[in-house]
Nanobody, 121 residues
Framework: QVQLVESGGGLVQAGGSLRLSCAAS????????MGWFRQAPGKEREFVAA????????YYADSVKGRFTISRDNAKDTVYLQMNSLEPEDTAVYFC??????????????WGKGTLVTVSS
């Protein structure tokens, strides 16, 4: 019903920045909350950030507060994740998520395939 495609991943040095994008298509009118999760090699998927449709309330995992910023452009059905001051510990596959209600730390209704972010030191 809803397709999510991430882009913007890549290789950066510690202290650098990247901006991830996630474009939604299909039955996007059913989407309310959007967000990001990540999964490091050998570890379970963890919540990163979430944002509501309006007024755009945001929530961040403690590990990324002050460094990452989530935003969305509803006209483009796109959510972004600006990542600054990247650390090697941020290396992971980042997954876009969307939900008919809220994206929470427990999960979401729809998922993208992921984009790899690698931070070197």
């Amino acid at each position: 019903q809803v397709q999510l495609v991430e882009s913007g991943g890549g290789l950066v040095q510690a202290g650098g920045s990247l901006r991830l994008s996630c474009a939604a298509s299909g039955r996007t009118f059913t989407v309310y909350g959007m967000g990001w999760f990540r999964q490091a090699p050998g570890k379970e998927r963890e919540f990163v950030a979430a944002i509501s449709w309006r007024p755009g309330t945001t929530y961040y995992a403690d590990s990324v507060k002050g460094r990452f910023t989530i935003s969305r452009d509803n006209a483009k059905d796109t959510v972004y994740l600006q990542m600054n001051s990247l650390e090697p510990e941020d290396t992971a596959v980042y997954f876009c998520a969307a939900d008919r209600n809220r994206v929470t730390t427990s999960g979401a209704d729809y998922w993208g395939k992921g984009t790899l972010v690698t931070v070197s030191s």
